[in-house]
């Protein structure tokens, strides 16, 4: 079946460091990717997708390309802030059939001052 | 104006008693969902409903029992509590169509049994 590996956390980085998270996935076909963020105490919100190769997701200063030859989708940010400290999830769903979304474990971000 | 909303927010409950949660969403979706997600964060699909129907169940004990009265709503009815069931239960939504549809979350329900 299909799934989604994560880098484990946390990830620690003080303000203004260079972020990346990875993120492979295994899949038949062609899937959609995802990048969701939940802040904590709160639900999951869409940070940014990408729906076939090549494409790049961005939002709010992150940014993930959709590589099908290494299958992976890694979020990246410049400079992070101590209001990015979250817990980020990598996800997928086929472009097929019923779009439910399989998660990677999370990776938790903390950002110091 | 809540796009997908739960209540409640938290629940503690017994073990053995019998809860429910409910979720409501006023976007216009036609499917809903239920995700667990456990202490250690991860999230999982339990069901979706694609206009009222039940399309996708995965391996759940059928002491949870899923009711979508209507396309706006999507209950979660749990019999029997056991300490496992201890976790965050979230409701999300979307819109079939083409492609990959983005699903809207809810805050979450977090559910203690003790």
């Known amino acids: 079946g299909d799934s989604v590996t994560q880098m484990e956390g946390p990830v620690t980085l003080s303000e203004e460091a260079f972020l990346t998270i990875n993120c492979t996935y295994t899949?038949?076909?062609?899937?959609?990717l995802f990048w969701y963020v939940q802040y904590p105490g709160e639900g999951l919100q869409l940070l940014l997708k990408a729906t076939k190769a090549d494409d790049k997701g961005s939002n709010k200063g992150f940014e993930a390309t959709y590589r099908k030859e290494t299958t992976s989708f890694h979020l990246e940010k410049g400079s992070v802030q101590v209001s990015d400290s979250a817990v980020y999830f990598c996800?997928?769903?086929?472009?097929?059939?019923?779009?439910?979304?399989?998660f990677g474990k999370g990776t938790m971000l903390l950002v110091s001052p | 104006d809540t796009a997908v909303s739960q209540t409640p927010k938290y629940l503690v409950t017994q073990m053995g008693n019998d809860k429910s949660i409910k979720c409501e969403q006023n976007?216009?979706?036609?499917?809903m969902y239920w995700y667990k997600q456990d202490s250690k964060k991860f999230l999982k699909i339990m069901f979706s409903?694609?206009?009222?129907?039940?399309?996708i169940n995965e391996t759940v004990p059928n002491r949870f029992s899923p009711k979508s009265p209507d396309k706006a709503h999507l209950n979660l009815h749990i019999n029997s509590l056991e300490l496992g069931d201890s976790a965050v239960y979230f409701c999300a939504s979307s819109q079939m169509g083409t492609g990959a549809p983005e699903q809207y979350f809810g805050p979450g329900t977090r559910l203690t049994v003790t």
């Open positions: 976007l216009g979706h036609d499917t």
């Open positions: 899949a038949t076909g062609y899937p959609s």
């Open positions: 409903y694609n206009n009222k129907e039940l399309i």
């Open positions: 996800a997928l769903t086929p472009n097929s059939g019923y779009s439910t979304l399989t």
